[in-house]
T-cell receptor, first 111, second 113 residues
Framework: DQQVKQNSPSLSVQEGRISILNCDYT??????FLWYKKYPAEGPTFLIS?????DKNEDGRFTVFLNKSAKHLSLHIVPSQPGDSAVYFC??????????FGAGTRLTVKP | DAGVIQSPRHEVTEMGQEVTLRCKPI?????LFWYRQTMMRGLELLIY????????DSGMPEDRFSAKMPNASFSTLKIQPSEPRDSAVYFC???????????FGEGSRLTVL
């Protein structure tokens, strides 16, 4: 079963604008959430994370928002750059349990 | 500092053949994970180890798949016999903690004809 869902397989934005990638989860026990970025022919690399005790975490151009009541998190990239074009995976884990990933969203940032 | 190392990077084989994928985790990491990436399901967890012991293999598709970790620096994922539907990219990842950041290898792209 897909406990972590990324319903948008792709997203295209213009350079300089905001990119918003969404993720929904079903397991209320998840308490730690991460975003990974993946370029072609490479493994995913960690981007940013958030604990369930927070509702926002910011790192430079990247901000992750968590809405626990809606079981929803989002990744905002501002401003978007062509180098941000990649597949973004949302991941979630619960204490002592393994990490589950969404299917990914392919972001294309057009110059 | 070397990251997670996987081999082979690419494997093309015929249906029915045995396939062995290899992984060397980052030294000192206690957790090792095998994931499979497909277009339809994204990244699926197949199995993970803690201190070389398999903890959860519920994601292994069927008995044709097996994984071992004979020591802290080496793991294998074996498919025997392979089938075309096994074609995917297989990733190995390691981490210090169960819920910590995962460090992924570059993946092994498997094509079964």
């Amino acid at each position: 079963d897909q406990q972590v869902k990324q319903n948008s397989p792709s997203l295209s934005v213009q350079e300089g604008r905001i990119s918003i990638l969404n993720c929904d989860y079903t397991n209320s026990m998840f308490d730690y959430f991460l975003w990974y970025k993946k370029y072609p022919a490479e493994g995913p690399t960690f981007l940013i994370s958030i604990s369930s005790i927070k509702d926002k975490n910011e790192d430079g151009r990247f901000t992750v928002f968590l809405n626990k009541s809606a079981k929803h998190l989002s990744l905002h990239i501002v401003p978007s750059q062509p180098g941000d074009s990649a597949v973004y995976f949302c991941a979630a884990s619960a204490l002592l349990n393994d990490m589950r990933f969404g299917a990914g969203t392919r972001l294309t940032v057009k110059p | 500092d070397a990251g997670v190392i996987q081999s082979p990077r690419h494997e093309v084989t015929e249906m029915g053949q045995e396939v062995t994928l290899r992984c060397k985790p980052i030294s000192g990491h206690d957790y090792l994970f095998w994931y499979r990436q497909t277009m339809m399901r994204g990244l699926e967890l197949l199995i993970y180890f803690n201190n070389n012991v398999p903890i959860d293999d519920s994601g292994m598709p069927e008995d044709r798949f097996s994984a071992k970790m004979p020591n802290a620096s080496f793991s294998t994922l074996k498919i025997q016999p392979s089938e075309p539907r096994d074609s995917a990219v297989y990733f190995c990842a390691s981490s210090l903690r169960m819920t910590g950041e995962l460090f992924f290898g570059e993946g092994s792209r498997l094509t079964v004809l």
